[in-house]
């Protein structure tokens, strides 16, 4: 029987949940949490496991009524947006590995074209190396297509599954 994940536990101790919402940093209305606040926990996030939920508690020496559902709604909030940026970037990572294909596709085609045509219109060593190196040129031409459909977009999906992750993450502010 397979079971559950576990879930780990993030702890934070911050001066005062006002510093942790970074009111006065941001002029935006949105509930936002402070950059080093994202960066700790992100750090703390990306050395746990891959499986399992998060449970983020965050230790303040004053917690004033309704201070946990607004650092709840920052942080969740917070990590709902980076998800969607990452997710952003791997739509445009995959958009531009299809516009390289395309393109190398052509570049592939006209050049091995162009080394056939070579060897059918002349002879001779010299002629043989250059259409040799236009094939070969030809296929490095499909190395950055391949690499954008194929690669470059794992650690980006790696980095909104991990946003989606703390956004989904149980929030508990405690008093000291």
């Known amino acids: 029987m397979k079971q559950p994940p576990a879930e780990t536990t993030l702890k934070l101790e911050v001066r005062s949940v006002t510093q942790l919402l970074d009111r006065d940093g941001s002029p935006l209305i949105e509930p936002r949490i402070h950059p080093d606040v994202a960066e700790v926990l992100w750090s703390d996030a990306s050395e746990e496991p891959k499986s399992g939920r998060f449970r983020i508690e965050v230790t303040a020496p004053t917690v004033d009524s309704g201070d946990e559902e607004r650092v709840r709604?920052?942080?969740?909030?917070?990590?709902?947006w980076e998800a969607r940026k990452a997710q952003e970037e791997i739509d445009e990572t995959l958009r531009d590995g299809r516009k390289s294909l395309v393109i190398g596709l052509l570049v592939v085609?006209?050049?091995?074209?162009?080394?056939?045509?070579?060897?059918?219109?002349?002879?001779?060593?010299?002629?043989a190396a250059v259409s040799e190196s236009l094939i070969i040129f030809s296929w490095v031409v499909m190395w950055s297509p391949g690499e954008l459909l194929l690669y470059a977009h794992l650690p980006i999906r790696r980095r909104r599954?991990?946003?989606e992750k703390l956004a989904e993450a149980e929030v508990i502010v405690r008093a000291r």
């Open 73 to 80: 709604e920052a942080i969740r909030y917070h990590y709902t």
């Open 161 to 163: 599954k991990l946003s």
């Open 109 to 127: 085609v006209l050049l091995l074209t162009l080394a056939e045509v070579l060897l059918i219109w002349s002879s001779g060593r010299f002629m």
